[in-house]
């Protein structure tokens, strides 16, 4: 084993920490991330700071909680001047790249406001969250009656697509995510009768195998600069459709139990009922659905598994996998009818909770290979260990995680975190828009300890679950009269949390030590009485002296 050179940060879409079967899938089997997993260390309590795709990336790149960087869901801008991993990089001597997904959208009224040319190359990484961009893919290309979803969506996908063949203005849509009925018509793989049906696509052709192509491409022309790529997939997220033969790998049986009760349903939270009563929600109810889905789902997993074991291959045989960390995670989970529940959004470990995989090449991280770390770890962590892997200065004043360098190689950890927090802004969610109409106070943050599960709802009763007796979260206790002293402990939690330092990120600690120093150094009296209230350095430049002349002498 070498010193590690490179990062390669890896994040699969709304894939499930638990459906790998280093984590217990009974039916799932993943031998490639397995073996990442056996050659590297796992971390077992993984959360990310929101269980949405746009809010919890922004928390990855920046190293902040939502409550700082302030991009609280899907396309909200993060806002001109918040530092990101690209930054801090940089800055470090290592280059920061993309290829595939980030849910980023640029604050372009921040970046008119300060002059920052779209086209230079400040206002390209302000544009694409900190990053350079190999290939920019957030993989989302549907279109509704008011136009594209997005824009630029799978263009360059699309444009490789047509390029092979695939006529049409849309195959991402019409070939990759999308069958063919009995008459030859397209069925959408937005209708979840489908999902179990093959997408019209040659498997080497589908999103996945394509995007670890371009990694390929990327690291071969790679220079001598150290390098972190983020190379972030769009699946396992939906449409919930598959190449073959990945769309019939798997059936209703091989769907583990759905993790739901009555008692759940009756007594349920006001805001969990109203995402359970939307249209996803009632969906994934029915247990048709779920054994036409989930399937689809696992099938997909199952591709981004052999993409591993391809892309591992790869480094192995070019040089690579001695002196490249590999990085494997999630942006959220997906609850597949879990609670009543589809998507994510909400904090049941399912959604909340991700995988976190991380194989250091070095010698120095022999110890702990194939070991399991069951610190409370939050998605912001993994910023403040790559800047830790680049050789640069730890930055806490801005950076809000910490690095997860001593647990890799087996140090010990003084200090570490009590509990870990993400938070939701529910009331920009389309889908609850009827049940919160201010979009100002719909806020919820969850608090979690090695035991304990705090949900706070602004407005609402809490939520708590006993993650040791019940590790189902299946009954709720935010209104159990025997828990209040818990409920009141992890509210103090979030009391403490909320009434942190965050916002200061121009002025280091050491900065602010030196600064409460430098008016007395710079000649400030204040409220001296006479030479005897301050040291005679202070008072030097103030003491009798021969008067110099001036105007009215």
Known sequence: MSKQKNILFIMFDQLRWDYLSCTGHPHLHTPNIDALATDGVR?????????????????????????????????????VGEHTMGDHLRAAGMDCWLIGKTHMVADEEGMERLGVPRNSIIGVRTEQCGFDIWERDDGMRPEGAAGLYDEHGAEKYNDWLRAKGYEGDNPWHDFANSTRDTDGNVGSGWFLKNARQPAHIAEEDSETPYMTTRVMEFISQAGDTPWCCHLSYIKPHWPYIAPPPYNDMYGADDVIPVVRSDAEWDDMHPVYRAYAENPVGRSFARDHVRDEVVPSYMGLIKQCDDQMGRLFAWLKENGHWDNTMIVLTSDHGDYLGDHWLGEKDLFHDCSVKVPLIIRDPSSEADSTRGTVCDA????????????????????????????????????????????????????????????????EDPRQFMVCTDRWKFVHAEGFRPMLFDLEADPDELNDLGNDPDHAEIRAGLFGHLNDWARRLSQRT????????????????????????DENDAAEFMTKGYMPKPAPKGPTN
């Open 43 to 79: 971390f077992s309590r993984t959360y990310v700071q929101a269980p949405v795709c746009g809010a919890s990336r922004m928390s990855f790149y920046t190293g902040r909680y939502v409550h700082s960087h302030g991009s609280t869901w899907n396309r909200v801008p993060l806002k």
């Open 506 to 529: 121009t002025m280091s600690p050491e900065q602010v030590d030196v600064e409460r120093d430098r008016s007395s150094l710079k000649g400030v009296l204040i409220g001296a009485w």
């Open 376 to 439: 409370l770890v939050e998605a912001i962590d993994l910023a403040p260990t790559f800047l830790d892997v680049a050789g640069g200065a730890p930055c806490p004043h801005i950076l809000e995680g910490r690095s997860l360098m001593p647990w890799l190689r087996g140090d010990k950890v003084e200090g570490w975190r009590d509990y870990a927090i993400s938070e939701s802004e529910y009331g920009v969610h389309p889908g609850v828009k009827g049940f919160a109409q201010d979009v």
